[in-house]
């Protein structure tokens, strides 16, 4: 029996141990609980803080990439254009010296010096001024009246890259063009004419300027289809 009251004794002691670690416990809990939270609280207000840093670095690495693929077009493009311009200078170094603008003329009935043939790629041809059956009067103000075939075509002979002066007569239409001689694009061009004391511009309504380099591109002319229109709008008054 004493035994037995000694194990009941004991029993009821490492109950009231256990209530009272577990009462301990609850105060500790209680106590440290709102500390829990607020950490709680603040480690969300990092990942919520970190979570928009990344967004916004994900975005400017989106930008990068974008600017990265605009420079990568303009590299290409800009290789291209060099490209472009490594041919066309290999085109126009592989011309002997002196050289013309592509004009062959042939001699009418009445003595006229007209165009019968415009050569691919060269000055005449890319600068888009002249047509088969066009009279040339004069080159750098000589006139071709009553010059030998062979003479009118070899005025049009000139040191590769130099300019010359072609005057031009359309129908009742007279300009000047003015060409760099060999392979060169219209922006090496210029046509002048007047006509009501106004002189010619380009479709800018800029007057028309020539580039010294050919690597400098000063924007193309449509002179020759000023001149179309100017002639037809002059036929069209003449028609009774």
């Known amino acids: 029996r004493k035994e037995r009251r000694g194990e009941e004794e004991t029993n009821s002691l490492s109950f009231v141990c256990q209530v009272e670690q577990n009462s301990e416990n609850m105060r500790l809990i209680t106590t440290e609980a709102p500390?829990?939270?607020?950490?709680?609280?603040?480690?969300?207000?990092?990942?919520?803080?970190l979570s928009e840093q990344m967004e916004e670095q994900s975005k400017k690495l989106k930008l990068v990439e974008d600017e990265l693929a605009a420079r990568i077009l303009e590299?290409?493009?800009?290789?291209?254009?060099?490209?472009?311009?490594?041919?066309?200078?290999?085109?126009?170094?592989?011309?002997?010296?002196?050289?013309?603008?592509?004009?062959?003329?042939?001699?009418?009935?009445?003595?006229?010096?007209?165009?019968?043939?415009?050569?691919?790629?060269?000055?005449?041809?890319?600068?888009?001024?002249?047509t088969l059956g066009d009279v040339i009067?004069?080159?750098?103000?000589?006139?071709?009246?009553?010059?030998?075939?062979?003479?009118?075509?070899?005025?049009?002979?000139?040191?590769?890259?130099?300019?010359?002066n072609i005057t031009v007569q359309r129908g009742k239409q007279e300009f000047v063009v003015t060409l760099k001689r060999g392979s060169w694009g219209a922006e090496h061009s210029k046509v002048s004419y007047e006509e009501n004391g106004e002189a010619a511009r380009d479709a800018t309504g800029a007057e028309p300027s020539m580039s010294d380099e050919p690597n400098i591109i000063r924007g193309s002319y449509a002179a020759s289809k000023a001149i179309a229109r100017r002639s037809a709008e002059r036929s069209a008054t003449e028609k009774p």
Request: aromatic share 4%; net charge negative.
């Open 35 to 49: 500390q829990i939270l607020e950490d709680l609280q603040e480690s969300k207000k990092q990942v919520e803080s």
């Open 137 to 164: 009067l004069a080159v750098d103000g000589q006139s071709l009246v009553g010059m030998q075939l062979e003479a009118a075509q070899e005025m049009l002979q000139g040191a590769r890259g130099s300019r010359v």
């Open 75 to 130: 590299l290409q493009a800009s290789k291209e254009h060099v490209g472009a311009m490594k041919e066309e200078l290999l085109r126009f170094y592989s011309l002997p010296s002196p050289c013309g603008v592509g004009l062959t003329l042939e001699t009418d009935m009445k003595g006229n010096k007209r165009i019968s043939e415009i050569k691919q790629k060269l000055s005449a041809h890319t600068s888009g001024a002249f």
